[in-house]
């Protein structure tokens, strides 16, 4: 069994398992209770008092720090959860690379505030040995996984447009969406984006934007609005044919290319499958996340869905996209 700490005991941290309507573990406390046999919380860090009391009411036993140096220094875990805001992750990171106890390291996402900050928490890691999954939860879930699995299969033929919409809040949620593309489509060879401050949110770039391929398909970021009308879908058009998801719904529909029947020389679509996979309410991505984090604190070279390298692939196309929307 390993002995795990978490920093941050907000939503990310333990909070979010708190909300209404959750039926499957959110959180990186939750994650590890519900694998119970392979993590034991033996320490939690917050300097905020609500936090803190709340996490001392879901785990009495655990003692709570007020920051990630005196939590690491007393308990000495072999697992450190970071679920700080994201301009704090780089110092956690390496307050917890410096415990000689830890064998590896489950962060939250964006990795970091500025893509020097990510390459430095990336090459910390490595140069110490210590493996860290990145919580980019999408990857993890069925929905998205089949979707990767059938536009490289062929099933659509060769990709020719790749859209992927999502609110806005580039670093919060935009994030994901830009990982969700490089899960699906790879990475981009140009990008050209478009600021849009009417769709700022605490602060955070609102922008959309378009990638080039170098397999010659291009690829759409689209901003849907604000954060709280959550829209989450993707579509992929190939040669021969066409895959929406929608994940509100957990539902993907495949449609092929065939004759059309008025228009000579002209081709449309029809139904070809549906399918309705297990949602975020059903399955843990969390849980999914832990369960690796396990296997790489014995294994440094176990797989990893979401490693700090790739996250550090998507903290440049987080970083690019910012800059030509002119974000600085």
């Known amino acids: 069994m390993l002995t795990a700490a978490v920093i941050g005991l907000g939503k990310a941290g333990s909070r979010f398992d708190e909300e209404p309507g959750r039926t499957a573990p959110w959180s990186h406390t939750g994650a590890y209770l519900a694998l119970a046999d392979r993590f034991r919380i033996i320490g939690a860090a917050d300097p905020d008092r609500a936090n803190a009391e709340r996490y001392r009411q879901r785990c009495p036993e655990v003692p709570i720090y007020l920051d990630a140096a ?91 447009c790749l859209r992927v919409a999502a609110p806005s809040r580039l670093y919060s949620i935009g994030s994901h969406a830009l990982d969700l593309m490089r899960f699906l489509a790879g990475d981009p060879q140009s990008i050209t984006s478009l600021a849009l401050p009417q769709f700022e949110e605490t602060g955070e770039p609102a922008a959309a934007a378009m990638f080039t391929y170098p397999s010659g398909a291009y690829g759409i970021l689209q901003v849907t609005g604000f954060r709280a009308q959550l829209v989450i879908e993707a579509e ?22 065939g004759r059309h029947p008025e228009y000579e020389g002209y081709q449309r679509l029809a139904a070809a499958g549906e399918g309705r996979y297990a949602s975020m309410a059903q399955v843990s991505v969390f849980v999914a996340a832990a369960a690796e984090l396990a296997e790489l604190a014995g294994d440094p070279n176990a797989p990893c869905t979401s490693d700090g390298v790739s996250a550090l692939a998507t903290q440049a196309l987080i970083q690019a996209v910012a800059a030509t929307a002119g974000y600085g």
């Not at 893509?115 to 990857?139: C, F, I, L």
């Not at 992929?236 to 998801?245: P, W």
């Open 236 to 257: 992929a058009i190939g040669r021969r044919g066409r895959l929406t998801v929608r994940e509100d719904s957990s539902r993907l529909t495949i449609e092929r290319f």
């Open 70 to 160: 005196a939590l690491l220094a007393a308990v000495k875990p072999e697992v450190v959860s970071i679920c700080t805001p994201a301009a704090c992750h780089r110092a956690d990171l390496e307050a917890a690379l410096t415990c000689p106890s830890v064998k590896a390291v489950w962060c939250e996402k964006p990795l970091a505030t500025s893509y020097a900050d990510a390459e430095a928490m990336v090459s910390a890691a490595r140069q110490r040995g210590v493996p860290m999954v990145v919580t980019y939860n999408r990857r993890w879930l069925p929905l998205w996984r089949r979707m990767r699995e059938l536009i490289h299969n062929g099933t659509i033929g060769d990709l020719v």
